[in-house]
């Protein structure tokens, strides 16, 4: 999981409290496309603790939630295999 925060000691704070209550955690400086400004760059917060405790802190700090995993696909449409008919012969 992963915690996006704009601010270093909001990243720094989640970092401690996490690494407090056992779970591995470390900053990173995430480079976001089309930012020029290497300060401008917000801090990610990796680590192994479940979503929902970093989904707290998240909130608490005004940050965002990143899941590492995509979301699965759609299942497929079930569409016709022929055309409809509309008038009867």
């Known amino acids: 999981m992963r915690g996006i925060f704009f601010d270093e000691d909001d990243a720094r704070e989640v970092v401690a409290r996490l690494s407090a209550d056992g779970y591995d955690a470390h900053v990173e400086r995430e480079r976001l496309a089309g930012e020029d400004d290497d300060e401008d760059h917000p801090w990610a917060v990796l680590t192994d603790a479940p979503a929902i405790v970093l989904e707290v802190l998240v909130d608490r700090y005004d940050g965002w939630l990143d899941a590492d995993e995509p ?19």
């Open 71 to 89: 979301a699965p696909p759609p299942a497929p449409l079930d569409l016709p295999t022929a055309p409809r008919r509309i008038k009867r012969s």
